[in-house]
C-alpha cells in the first residue's frame, strides 16, 4: 500500500487553508502591527492544547526578530503569573474555537487593566474574537485529519498567521541579519556576522619570506607553515604573496630553472590586505568573490596575520 497518497492529501488540504487565510485578512492585521509597533511592552502569548504549543513556537519567533516576547498558560496565569504582565504589554490569546475557559478567564484581567489584546481564532463571532481589540481569522475549510477531530489544517494556519506577522514586524523595524544575529550568537549566522577577522586570523609563527630568499627556502616555509602559502617580507613590510598555485605555475612555466630564482620573482605582488577589525563574513564574502581562500591581515603594510575562507566552521 502506497501511503504518500495520504500525504499528499494533507498537503492539498493545508495548502488550500494557507491560501483561504490570505483572503480572510482585514484591517484588524494593520491595526495589531501598528500597535506592537507603538507599545514599549513585550508580547504575551497565551494559549492551551495544541493551540499553547504553537503559541510557543510564535512567541519564539517573535523574541528572536526583535520584538520581546513569552508564552504564559493561561492556568499558570490565573494562579499566579499574570503578576508578571505590564499594562504596557499586548497579550495575544490563541484558541480555534475562541471558546477556551481557560483562556476567556483572562480576560477580565486584561480589560481591567486596559491591555491590549489580539485575539486569534477561527470563528469570528466567538466569546474570544468579541473581546479582542483586534481578532484575527484563522478559519480553515475542513482539517486534515480524517476524522476533522486533530488539530492539523488549524494549526498550520494559526503558525502561519503568527509568521505573518513576525515577518511584518521585521519589515516594518527594517531588522537585518546582523540583528538577528544577536539574538543567535551561538549558530552559524551569529558566528559569522558578530565574529571579527582578529579572532580567527593565524598569528603565530606565520610562513614569511625575504625578497631574495631561495625557492628552496619558500618550498621549505609553506611545508613548515601548513597555510598553503608564504608571505613575502621586505623591512617589515608586505611586498607579495606566493601561494601553492603560484609555486605550480612557476614549475611549469620555468621548469629546472626555477630553483635559481628567488622569492620576488614568482610572487604575487601588492597582495589584498583587510583589517584585522573586518567582519569575518565581509572577509569570506571577499574570498568567494575573488575565488581565493586566504586574505593577509595587516596594518599600515604591516603583517598581522592571515585568515582563510575555512577558519570559522559554518
Do not use: W
Request: glycine share 8%.
Amino acid at each position: 500500500m502506497k501511503y504518500t497518497k495520504f500525504a499528499k492529501e494533507v498537503f492539498e488540504i493545508e495548502a488550500k487553508s494557507l491560501t483561504d487565510l490570505s483572503k480572510q485578512l482585514d484591517g484588524n492585521f494593520d491595526l495589531a502591527i501598528e500597535a506592537i509597533l507603538k507599545t514599549k511592552g513585550r508580547l504575551v502569548v497565551s494559549g492551551v492544547g495544541k493551540s499553547g504549543l504553537i503559541g510557543r513556537k510564535i512567541s519564539a519567533t517573535f523574541a528572536s526578530t526583535g520584538t520581546p516576547s513569552f508564552f504564559m498558560h493561561p492556568v499558570e496565569a490565573f494562579h499566579g503569573d499574570l503578576g508578571v504582565v505590564k499594562k504596557e504589554d499586548i497579550f495575544i490569546g490563541i484558541s480555534y474555537s475562541g471558546e477556551t475557559e481557560e483562556l476567556l478567564k483572562l480576560i477580565p484581567f486584561i480589560k481591567a487593566n486596559k491591555i491590549k489584546f489580539i485575539g486569534i481564532s477561527g470563528n469570528p463571532k466567538s466569546t474570544l474574537a468579541l473581546n479582542s481589540d483586534f481578532h484575527l481569522n484563522v478559519k480553515v475549510y475542513k482539517e486534515a485529519c480524517p476524522l476533522e477531530l486533530a488539530p492539523t489544517s488549524s494549526t498550520t494556519a494559526t503558525l502561519a498567521m503568527g509568521d505573518a506577522l513576525a515577518v511584518a514586524l521585521m519589515k516594518a523595524r527594517d531588522f537585518q541579519p546582523k540583528d538577528f544575529a544577536q539574538f543567535h550568537p551561538g549558530g552559524s549566522l551569529g558566528k559569522k556576522l558578530l565574529t571579527t577577522v582578529e579572532s580567527c586570523m593565524f598569528k603565530k609563527e606565520l610562513p614569511v619570506v625575504k625578497l631574495n630568499d631561495s625557492i628552496k627556502q619558500v618550498i621549505n616555509t609553506m611545508s613548515s607553515g601548513r597555510l598553503g602559502l608564504a608571505i613575502v617580507i621586505d623591512k617589515n613590510i608586505i611586498k607579495g604573496i606566493i601561494t601553492d598555485g603560484d609555486l605550480r605555475r612557476a614549475m611549469d612555466k620555468f621548469t629546472a630553472k626555477l630553483f635559481d630564482m628567488n622569492a620576488s620573482q614568482i610572487m604575487t605582488s601588492n597582495p589584498r590586505v583587510i583589517s584585522k577589525n573586518m567582519m569575518m563574513a565581509e572577509a569570506e564574502e571577499l574570498m568567494n568573490n575573488h575565488k581565493i581562500t586566504s586574505l593577509l591581515v595587516g596594518d599600515k603594510g604591516k603583517l598581522q596575520g592571515i585568515v582563510q575562507i575555512y577558519s570559522i566552521a559554518s
